[in-house]
């Protein structure tokens, strides 16, 4: 395991989150392991995340105003489409 977590503390993290995803309390589709969420910047691990939320906020790049911005145009959306 990477980013200086040995395995027997990815496993209390693990029993901690019941397993799941720290986000949308779901699996990684395919059985592998959660992933370790981590700040690129600063290296400080954060929670596991299914591979999923993982990779949605890396392509955000963490910046919390571009995902802001992508919430508000889903919403946007979602009302736009209701009857």
């Known amino acids: 395991i990477t ?3 040995s395995a027997d503390a990815y496993e ?3 029993k901690r989150q019941n397993g799941v ?3 949308c309390k779901g699996l990684n589709v395919n059985g592998d392991k959660l992933c ?3 700040n690129h910047k600063t290296g400080e691990i ?3 995340l299914c591979r ?3 990779m949605s906020i890396g392509s955000f790049g963490d ?3 571009l ?3 992508a919430i508000n145009y889903l919403k946007f959306y979602a009302k736009a489409s209701k009857p």
């Open 3 to 5: 980013y200086k977590l």
């Open 12 to 14: 209390e993290m693990y």
């Open 21 to 23: 995803c720290f986000i």
């Open 36 to 38: 370790i969420d981590h």
């Open 46 to 48: 954060r929670k596991l």
């Open 52 to 54: 999923k939320c993982n």
């Open 63 to 65: 910046d919390i105003e």
């Open 67 to 69: 995902m802001e911005k």
